[in-house]
Protein backbone atom coordinates (compact mmCIF):
# COMPACT_ATOMS: atom_id res chain seq x y z
CA UNK A 1 0.00 0.00 0.00
CA UNK A 2 1.15 3.48 -0.83
CA UNK A 3 2.28 6.03 1.92
CA UNK A 4 -0.78 8.71 2.01
CA UNK A 5 0.05 12.56 2.67
CA UNK A 6 -0.49 13.43 6.53
CA UNK A 7 -1.57 17.10 6.24
CA UNK A 8 -5.57 15.74 6.61
CA UNK A 9 -4.39 14.66 10.12
CA UNK A 10 -3.07 17.88 10.95
CA UNK A 11 -6.28 18.96 11.88
CA UNK A 12 -6.92 19.05 15.85
CA UNK A 13 -10.10 19.22 16.20
CA UNK A 14 -13.29 20.18 15.03
CA UNK A 15 -16.34 22.04 16.52
CA UNK A 16 -19.54 21.98 14.47
CA UNK A 17 -22.15 24.12 15.58
CA UNK A 18 -25.54 23.76 13.67
CA UNK A 19 -27.59 26.93 13.24
CA UNK A 20 -30.85 25.98 11.19
CA UNK A 21 -29.50 24.21 8.37
CA UNK A 22 -26.27 26.37 8.03
CA UNK A 23 -23.12 25.03 9.76
CA UNK A 24 -20.30 26.92 11.46
CA UNK A 25 -17.05 25.03 12.14
CA UNK A 26 -13.40 25.81 13.75
CA UNK A 27 -10.47 24.50 12.66
CA UNK A 28 -6.97 24.56 14.03
CA UNK A 29 -3.62 24.02 13.16
CA UNK A 30 -1.70 24.11 10.20
CA UNK A 31 -3.63 21.55 8.64
CA UNK A 32 -7.49 23.65 9.16
CA UNK A 33 -7.09 25.07 5.86
CA UNK A 34 -6.29 21.64 3.69
CA UNK A 35 -9.37 20.99 5.41
CA UNK A 36 -11.08 23.93 4.87
CA UNK A 37 -9.80 23.93 0.89
CA UNK A 38 -11.60 20.36 0.89
CA UNK A 39 -14.89 20.43 2.50
CA UNK A 40 -15.28 24.64 2.29
CA UNK A 41 -18.27 25.24 0.47
CA UNK A 42 -20.19 22.80 2.97
CA UNK A 43 -19.92 25.38 5.86
CA UNK A 44 -21.51 29.01 6.30
CA UNK A 45 -18.53 29.95 8.63
CA UNK A 46 -14.79 28.58 8.89
CA UNK A 47 -12.61 29.85 11.69
CA UNK A 48 -8.78 28.86 11.72
CA UNK A 49 -7.10 29.95 14.54
CA UNK A 50 -3.03 29.93 13.59
CA UNK A 51 -3.11 29.03 10.07
CA UNK A 52 0.08 27.59 8.56
CA UNK A 53 1.26 26.32 5.74
CA UNK A 54 4.77 25.34 4.31
CA UNK A 55 6.19 28.79 2.84
CA UNK A 56 6.45 28.48 -1.04
CA UNK A 57 7.16 32.24 -1.94
CA UNK A 58 9.95 34.59 -0.93
CA UNK A 59 7.76 37.05 0.44
CA UNK A 60 5.90 34.28 2.54
CA UNK A 61 9.69 32.98 3.97
CA UNK A 62 10.92 36.31 4.76
CA UNK A 63 7.56 37.51 7.11
CA UNK A 64 7.86 33.95 8.56
CA UNK A 65 11.67 34.54 9.55
CA UNK A 66 11.08 37.98 10.51
CA UNK A 67 8.53 36.90 12.85
CA UNK A 68 10.96 33.89 14.27
CA UNK A 69 12.60 35.69 17.49
CA UNK A 70 9.16 36.76 18.68
CA UNK A 71 7.81 33.36 18.74
CA UNK A 72 7.79 31.46 21.65
CA UNK A 73 6.14 28.51 20.30
CA UNK A 74 6.82 27.47 16.66
CA UNK A 75 10.16 28.05 14.89
CA UNK A 76 10.59 28.95 11.09
CA UNK A 77 12.89 26.05 10.63
CA UNK A 78 9.61 23.76 11.80
CA UNK A 79 7.78 25.48 8.98
CA UNK A 80 10.29 24.09 6.27
CA UNK A 81 10.67 20.72 7.69
CA UNK A 82 7.00 19.92 8.17
CA UNK A 83 6.83 19.59 4.32
CA UNK A 84 8.74 16.30 5.12
CA UNK A 85 6.56 14.81 7.05
CA UNK A 86 2.98 15.98 5.33
CA UNK A 87 4.09 14.22 2.13
CA UNK A 88 4.76 10.97 4.12
CA UNK A 89 6.98 9.65 1.26
CA UNK A 90 4.76 10.94 -1.74
CA UNK A 91 6.68 13.44 -3.65
CA UNK A 92 2.60 14.18 -5.55
CA UNK A 93 1.18 15.82 -2.95
CA UNK A 94 -0.70 19.07 -4.33
CA UNK A 95 0.63 21.96 -3.51
CA UNK A 96 -2.47 23.03 -2.04
CA UNK A 97 -2.24 20.44 0.89
CA UNK A 98 1.23 21.73 1.74
CA UNK A 99 0.26 25.67 1.44
CA UNK A 100 -3.15 26.16 2.26
CA UNK A 101 -3.18 29.55 0.41
CA UNK A 102 -2.27 27.93 -2.87
CA UNK A 103 -5.76 26.54 -3.04
CA UNK A 104 -9.17 27.72 -4.65
CA UNK A 105 -11.38 28.95 -1.85
CA UNK A 106 -14.18 29.32 -4.47
CA UNK A 107 -17.62 28.61 -2.90
CA UNK A 108 -16.16 28.71 0.35
CA UNK A 109 -18.44 30.58 3.41
CA UNK A 110 -16.83 33.98 4.88
CA UNK A 111 -13.34 33.00 6.81
CA UNK A 112 -12.03 34.27 9.74
CA UNK A 113 -8.95 33.84 10.64
CA UNK A 114 -7.35 34.22 14.55
CA UNK A 115 -3.34 34.99 15.05
CA UNK A 116 -0.95 36.23 17.30
CA UNK A 117 0.87 39.03 15.42
CA UNK A 118 3.77 37.31 16.82
CA UNK A 119 3.51 34.08 15.25
CA UNK A 120 5.62 32.55 12.60
CA UNK A 121 2.68 31.42 11.08
CA UNK A 122 0.97 35.22 11.00
CA UNK A 123 3.71 35.79 8.07
CA UNK A 124 1.28 33.37 6.36
CA UNK A 125 -1.77 35.89 6.29
CA UNK A 126 -1.47 37.95 3.29
CA UNK A 127 -1.02 34.53 1.25
CA UNK A 128 -4.20 33.46 2.82
CA UNK A 129 -5.88 37.47 2.18
CA UNK A 130 -5.00 36.46 -1.31
CA UNK A 131 -6.51 33.42 -1.71
CA UNK A 132 -9.73 34.97 -0.09
CA UNK A 133 -9.95 37.62 -2.65
CA UNK A 134 -8.99 35.39 -5.52
CA UNK A 135 -12.19 33.48 -4.93
CA UNK A 136 -14.28 36.42 -4.03
CA UNK A 137 -14.48 34.96 -0.20
CA UNK A 138 -15.22 37.20 2.73
CA UNK A 139 -12.98 37.44 5.75
CA UNK A 140 -11.98 38.84 8.62
CA UNK A 141 -8.67 38.97 10.76
CA UNK A 142 -8.33 39.09 13.99
CA UNK A 143 -4.08 39.50 15.03
CA UNK A 144 -3.11 40.39 18.45
CA UNK A 145 0.33 41.51 19.49
CA UNK A 146 2.59 39.41 21.98
CA UNK A 147 0.33 36.14 22.13
CA UNK A 148 1.40 32.96 21.38
CA UNK A 149 0.30 29.93 18.74
CA UNK A 150 -3.51 29.41 19.48
CA UNK A 151 -3.96 31.45 22.45
CA UNK A 152 -7.64 31.73 21.94
CA UNK A 153 -8.54 28.14 22.08
CA UNK A 154 -7.21 28.44 25.69
CA UNK A 155 -9.96 30.91 27.11
CA UNK A 156 -8.25 31.24 30.77
CA UNK A 157 -7.09 34.61 30.52
CA UNK A 158 -8.74 38.03 29.39
CA UNK A 159 -8.14 38.50 25.56
CA UNK A 160 -8.15 34.35 24.99
CA UNK A 161 -11.68 34.84 26.64
CA UNK A 162 -12.04 37.66 24.64
CA UNK A 163 -11.19 36.29 21.18
CA UNK A 164 -12.25 32.54 21.81
CA UNK A 165 -15.68 34.55 22.70
CA UNK A 166 -16.21 36.03 19.06
CA UNK A 167 -15.16 32.06 17.69
CA UNK A 168 -18.07 31.12 19.40
CA UNK A 169 -20.13 34.10 18.46
CA UNK A 170 -19.58 33.65 14.99
CA UNK A 171 -19.67 30.14 14.90
CA UNK A 172 -23.56 30.39 16.14
CA UNK A 173 -24.65 32.52 13.44
Known sequence: MRPQPLAPLLVLFLIPVVSGFQIGVKFLGSGDTVVSGVCGSR???????????????????????????R??????????????????GCENVPDYMLSGSRGDFTGVGDIHFFYSADE???????????A????????TVSARPKMVHCYCMLPIFKEAKEDFAKIVDILKK
Not at 43 to 69: F, T, Y
Not at 71 to 88: C, G, N, S
Not at 132 to 139: D, F, G, M, Q, T
Request: aromatic share 12%; proline share 6%; hydrophobic share 45%.
Open 120 to 130: VLYGALPDFEE
Open 71 to 88: DVAIDYAFMVTVEKFMRH
Open 132 to 139: CKRANVPY
Open 43 to 69: WAHIVVVSPGEVPWNDAEKARMQALNE
